[in-house]
């Protein structure tokens, strides 16, 4: 499911668009349009890092990655989805079938992007519901 959509036509080119901003310097993007938080983060990025996506062969980027197999997870385990609508790969489809047969399992779903604004640092939601995960194993 994630493999077509990133391969998806509209995908392919808004990765192509994003290597053809990437390495560029910060005045550069600026002066295109960027906001400075973006224009700093793309200036420090690598184009390559985004060949598969905007070549549409995303499946090769994904080639050593095995499925997940939960059962033979044994420890806590805190399941996290950025919103589908904002780039998060997980589809609201696929989590059900996983907190059914885990039980166990904690869930939190961000409305955030793929990303989970973890630049935020602390203040990201999704640092908060980590350690407040993290917190809960250790201070039962």
């Given at each position: 499911?994630?493999?077509?959509?990133?391969?998806?036509?509209?995908?392919?080119?808004?990765?192509?668009?994003?290597?053809?901003?990437?390495?560029?310097?910060?005045?550069?993007?600026?002066?295109?349009?960027?906001?400075?938080?973006?224009?700093?983060?793309?200036?420090?990025?690598?184009?390559?890092?985004?060949?598969y996506h905007a070549e549409g062969r995303v499946e090769e980027f994904f080639a050593d990655v095995q499925d997940v197999d939960f059962d033979r997870i044994r420890c806590p385990l805190l399941l996290t989805q950025a919103s589908p609508e904002k780039g998060g790969l997980l589809q609201d489809a696929e989590i059900p079938p996983v907190l059914a047969a885990h039980p166990e399992f904690q869930f939190q779903r961000f409305e955030t992007g793929h990303d989970l604004e973890i630049e935020k640092g602390l203040k990201s939601p999704f640092w908060q519901a980590a350690l407040g995960f993290l917190d809960g194993l250790y201070f039962r």
């Open positions: 499911m994630h493999i077509e959509m990133m391969n998806s036509r509209r995908q392919v080119k808004l990765f192509g668009l994003r290597r053809k901003l990437a390495g560029r310097p910060v005045e550069e993007l600026l002066r295109r349009g960027l906001p400075p938080a973006q224009a700093q983060e793309m200036s420090l990025l690598d184009p390559h890092v985004m060949d």
